[in-house]
């Protein structure tokens, strides 16, 4: 078991280990560049190649991304009691609380422990994530409108690509399935890359506040998550996907959407690292049970 949560894990320190290093040692990285990269060409090739080609039924799909939008509805309520508790504005512990890392982090570590089968399930959640941080996510963040971002995000439409593939039994042309997925290959690795340089170039202020957020989150978020999956029958592989994907590190795009509204970025900042470091020691604990169901 040791030797499997390793094999897990190993990926994923080393990947973003690279990019903290490299920018440790005052190397350059264009983050905006790979960032844009990643989300407008590597993000939507790496859903349609994923979803596309699934062993993974409609009903299945439609309980995991229904349950992963309960878990969020349910986390943002836990926000509002931890901004009591903490004596913070809720405003600036919504989007920590509500969204996890499920991208640069969980997709990597799901890859790893469950294969191509739960990488599907945890594409559906990162998704379904991803559909509420760029909506609600905006909203908070700006007086931006929404839908506008959304209409220019491709991920959005290839989602919709993938989801009439998938739901038709339709097969993409071999020349351009091969495309895809070699476009999609550069995606996970550039996502780890990226996520180690984003820690990198996080200043940290408070520890203690961010130590004590993650135990608090992480009980709570496991709760929500088995509970959810249960009552909406996930099968056992989706169950432990959604626990996974949600008990990932608090997303670096937190930290960006506070610098953008200006609530407390070097709160939340604190919230990404703590939860993160925090993370290589409580996931291969959780791993090592999920593994076993």
Request: contains cysteine.
């Amino acid at each position: 078991m040791l030797a499997e949560l390793f094999a897990v894990m190993a990926p994923v320190i080393t990947g973003a280990g690279l990019g903290f290093i490299w920018v440790r040692r005052g190397m350059d990285y264009p983050v905006a560049f790979v960032t844009r990269l990643v989300f407008n060409i590597g993000t939507p090739s790496l859903v349609i190649a994923s979803l596309s080609s699934a062993e993974i039924d409609a009903s299945s799909f439609g309980r995991t991304m229904l349950a992963t939008a309960l878990v969020l509805t349910c986390m943002g309520a836990v926000a509002f009691l931890l901004a009591k508790v903490l004596r913070k504005d809720w405003r600036v512990l919504l989007a920590p609380t509500m969204y996890p890392n499920t991208g640069n982090m969980g997709l990597p570590v799901v890859l790893y422990a469950f294969g191509q089968a739960g990488f599907a399930y945890g594409i559906t959640v990162m998704v379904t994530v991803s559909l509420f941080q760029f909506t609600l996510g905006t909203i908070l963040a700006s007086s931006g409108n929404p839908l506008k971002s959304l209409a220019k995000t491709p991920t959005m439409y290839a989602i919709v690509i993938a989801l009439v593939l998938l739901l038709t039994g339709t097969d993409l042309p071999l020349w351009l399935a091969n495309s895809v997925d070699l476009i999609s290959g550069f995606t996970v690795p550039l996502m780890l890359i990226t996520l180690g340089v984003s820690l990198a170039s996080i200043q940290v202020k408070s520890l203690r506040s961010g130590v004590g957020f993650s135990l608090v989150r992480l009980p709570l978020v496991v709760a929500v998550a088995w509970g959810i999956g249960t009552w909406l029958e996930l099968p056992t592989l989706a169950l432990s996907v959604l626990i996974l994907q949600m008990s990932m590190p608090v997303a670096v795009f937190n930290y960006l959407f506070a610098q953008k509204a200006k609530r407390e970025p070097a709160y939340v900042a604190s919230l990404v690292f703590c939860s993160t470091l925090l993370s290589l020691l409580y996931l291969p604990a959780l791993l090592a049970f999920l593994m076993q169901l």
